[in-house]
């Protein structure tokens, strides 16, 4: 087999684990959203995380089929984050911001690696296991930690909506000249609102790890009750959900469209 025919297969193999990648995050970023939008209007449901939205899927017809499927998904997911990261495929160099990024794609991968071993537990053994938080979590240094991640949290989600606001994003997406008038402010509105949702966990991390001295780790859910039991919070949170609903159609539309190599 030629050098270039194994170079082609391996970019079609990459490309097949992002594209189920992005449409497992975009599942669980559309349960997530769902339930929400059910807890604001008051018809059901209630606030949850990533994990959460595994357990939802759990719990449908063919639940355990569909797991296995979602842990294949988040595989191929955590497989072309470590790819973005460590080949550099989207060329974002070795710049302080470049590098930046790529970190974030490690961080990325890493999170969804908890995420997939989670389901695969579930899927396997009918429990995704869990349980409290390391000890370690609870000493001087591991408060310093996750109000370290709090703030590289909220950078982050300043980066995303900076990313949707000027829709960054279509360096890597070939949208459909003719749905761009409609796929355009969804994606830019999905991407503002998970923006926003991270900024909101990560002050939320920074100060309860620096000021309540509490080793809890925040998520989704926490972002989400907070704007729930605020002023107008029925208001907040149905935008919010509404946002993160928004967020898993950019991350199918990302399945079907995203560039993958920069050659494509």
Request: net charge positive.
């Amino acid at each position: 087999m030629s050098e270039s025919l194994v170079s082609r297969t391996n970019v079609t193999a990459i490309g097949v684990l992002a594209r189920m990648g992005y449409a497992a995050r975009g599942l669980v970023y559309l349960i997530v959203g769902m339930l929400a939008i059910m807890t604001a209007t008051g018809v059901g449901g209630e606030t949850t995380n990533s994990k959460g939205a595994v357990r939802a899927i759990a719990e449908q017809p063919f639940g355990q089929v569909l797991l296995l499927l979602l842990v294949v998904g988040l595989a191929g997911y955590v497989i072309w984050r470590s790819t973005q990261a460590l080949l550099d495929t989207d060329d974002h160099g070795t710049s302080v911001h470049g590098l930046g990024v790529r970190v974030g794609l490690l961080i990325s991968a890493a999170t969804h690696t908890t995420l997939a071993i989670f389901a695969a537990k579930l899927a396997w053994f009918g429990s995704g296991g869990g349980g409290g938080q390391p000890t370690w979590l609870s000493s001087d240094a591991g408060l310093w930690l996750l109000a370290v991640i709090g703030v590289g949290m909220v950078g982050a989600g300043v980066a995303h909506m900076v990313k949707g606001w000027k829709v960054g994003y279509e360096k890597f997406m070939r949208l459909p000249s003719s749905q761009r008038f409609w796929m355009r402010p969804l994606c830019r509105f999905g991407l503002l609102a998970r923006g926003a949702v991270l900024i909101l966990i990560g002050v939320i991390l920074a100060r309860s790890a620096v000021v309540a001295r509490s080793s809890d780790v925040k998520g989704i859910a926490d972002a989400l009750n907070t704007l729930r039991d605020g002023p107008f919070g029925a208001w907040l949170l149905g935008v919010a959900a509404a946002g993160l609903i928004a967020f898993g159609c950019y991350s199918l539309f990302e399945a079907i469209f995203r560039r993958i190599n920069n050659d494509e």
